[in-house]
């Protein structure tokens, strides 16, 4: 695998509704499972396989707060690309 041309996608959306009504407030993506959000642990593991250009897919209106908490991953030492799905359609879409 040549780590410096594969890329990794994040996919964080849905609308959360088993999670009604935190997710009204909150992307169910930033919700806590055990110390972190629980979207550290895909991305994570796309940094261990030394993925280091992520695209992070996700809903506009939680675009914000999700840029907000990773940044550029500048201070992990990957790159991510941000991009808004407007209709959650699935994995599939």
């Known amino acids: ?32 499972v055990y110390d972190r959000p629980s979207l550290y642990f895909p991305l994570s593991l796309l940094m261990h396989l030394g993925i280091q250009n992520i695209l992070i897919i996700t809903s506009p209106e939680h675009l914000g707060a999700i840029e907000k908490v990773l940044g550029t991953g500048e201070q992990w030492g990957v790159t991510f690309t941000y991009t808004a799905q407007p209709i959650p359609l699935g994995i599939a879409h």
């Not at 996608?9 to 919700?31: A, C, E, M, Q």
């Open 1 to 32: 695998m040549n780590k410096t041309t594969t890329k990794g996608i994040l996919l964080l959306g849905g609308s959360g509704s088993r999670f009604y009504p935190v997710t009204l407030g909150v992307n169910k993506h930033l919700l806590p």
